[in-house]
């Protein structure tokens, strides 16, 4: 009885799965639109994952073309920003006469592996979860602002061992270039065959301890990243025109 069962079901998930079968894709290419919204996470910060009082908007492009029934290999371009201002914490006290704060322009180059958990499909109406990692570089150009720094609250020793850390913090060069390793997952939700609507969020990992230009002078210990979540569309080019399907995501009929 049992077997009578699972047979039937391996037997589905087997056809479901195939290149050749009703969920492959039917589509050559994928071209993505997105906004999003983007958090520092580093030492200016109090909380680790980044504070939503400094958060920064961004747009991105992406192209991106499916290898088989469920990898696509995706490339991306994002034009954002980044911020830290350390004055607009009250916890822990030191952050508002500290006071460290920076900005930046972040342009964004990469490739992403996507694993599509449910396969490219083109069912209409459909929701497809997925998963992702790559690498990209983020190109930058941090302008730090150290001016309201309050050394009668740390004290003169204290307050000259911050600004002489400070002083090798500037002397540093800070990298224009940032090598990052982004992980995410996200959905998207097909209106039909061609369009579709979703959201993805995006952790960075890798960076560099000098994307808001401190290290020595506030925690070298830890490394500076970024994390952005994204709401788009996606428009799939060639839909249709492999898997028998017609634009509605309906079977063809001969």
């Known amino acids: 009885m049992c077997a009578k069962k699972i047979c039937p079901v391996l037997f589905i998930s087997f056809l479901l799965f195939q290149p050749g079968s009703v969920t492959a894709q039917t589509y050559d290419y994928e071209l993505g639109l997105n906004l999003g919204a983007y958090l520092y996470q580093g030492d200016l910060s109090p909380q680790r994952l980044g504070s939503f009082k400094t958060i920064r908007p961004g747009i991105g492009i992406s ?9 696509s290999v995706r490339g991306i371009f994002n034009l954002a920003s980044l911020k830290g201002d350390e ?3 009250s916890e822990p006290e030191y952050r508002q006469h500290r006071a460290f704060a920076f900005k930046t322009s972040v342009k964004e180059l990469g490739v992403h592996l996507q694993y599509n958990i449910l396969g490219n499909r083109e069912y209409w109406p459909t929701i497809e979860p997925y998963v992702f990692a790559g690498i990209s570089a983020a190109f930058m150009n941090t302008k730090k602002d150290f ?8 004290g003169e020793a204290r307050a000259g061992e911050i600004q ?25 939700f097909n209106l039909n ?15 560099s301890d000098y994307i808001d230009g401190y290290s020595l002078s506030v925690n070298p210990a830890k490394k500076d990243h970024f994390f952005s979540q994204h709401v788009g569309v996606v428009y799939r080019m060639g839909s249709g025109k492999k898997g028998g399907r017609g634009k509605l995501g309906c079977p063809a009929v001969n």
């Open 164 to 188: 002489a850390l400070l002083a090798e913090d500037n002397a540093e060069r800070n990298r224009r270039t940032v090598l990052n390793l982004p992980v995410g997952l996200g959905f998207r």
């Open 63 to 71: 192209f991106a073309k499916p290898l088989s029934n469920t990898f």
């Open 87 to 89: 004055a607009k914490y």
């Open 147 to 154: 001016s309201n720094f309050d050394g009668e609250y740390f």
């Open 193 to 207: 065959s061609t369009w579709a609507i979703g959201t993805e969020a995006n952790f960075r990992f890798g960076g």
